[in-house]
């Protein structure tokens, strides 16, 4: 009976100090502000959950950075900040909620040491940025099997640049849609390259009764992953104004 009682005890304290803390990355531009220090304490009245700061670099849930990644949540200081969540837990998500929430919004523009306001918010639908990890040594191979594979119709590069097919979308055409990252991922399902395309281990072969009209394009799942890691480092197409999407 008595040994019940301790773990009742036990469990619900260790379950809470697990839950009730996040570890949050601050460059120091940042801290230099004082803002973390007129922030960080509203959310954790509001929320009871405690913002421990670590410093860029070590494990941490939540990472404010000038690198596009994750969403923008304050402009100031000489720049864009985005908060980019490293560990999808509910308190993580808990802070990336309030933060861009009505109240984190007067949270943060309410900071004005010398009565002014020092960081303002984002346009209400900055885009989020997909964050595709580069590797240079994929994204090399991946130009050149683009050349290779995609290149009869699609300008890939400068090195096919009057090569392609008018009609055809460049990749850095394709490269300005948000979903970019998709659309390649499924090309192979997008018209009109069902008709021609096969992935090894992924597509079903041809239908002996309609045969690929023209040379077929043949790929492995690795190719395309190379190909995406390539079409990550291409700069999209500079349209003026955003691409609306068909
Ligand atoms: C035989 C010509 C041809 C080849 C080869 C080809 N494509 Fe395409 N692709 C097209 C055409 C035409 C379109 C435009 C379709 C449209 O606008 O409906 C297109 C569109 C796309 C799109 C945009 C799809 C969408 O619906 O937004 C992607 C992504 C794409 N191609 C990727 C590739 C990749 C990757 C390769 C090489 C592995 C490749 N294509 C090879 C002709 C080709």
Redesign the pocket.
Known sequence: MRIFLILLWLIPISAGAQDNSIRLAIPDPLLETGFMDYLLPRFSLKSAIRVDRVPVGAPADLVLTREPAGQVVFIGADAQWYLDTQIDSPTAMRFADWLTSDAGGRAITGFQPQGDTIFLLPQPDAPVVVRVPINPALAAKGGDL?LD??G???VVSDANRMKGIGS??SFAL?RTFSDWDT??QT?YV????PA?TQITDVTDPFDPARPSP?VP?H?TAEDLDA?IAFVATIAPADLGAPMQSQ
């Open positions: 683009s594979h995609c009869r119709c699609h055809t979308p394709i659309r390649f090309f997008l018209k009109p390259h021609f023209i394009l790929i190909i």
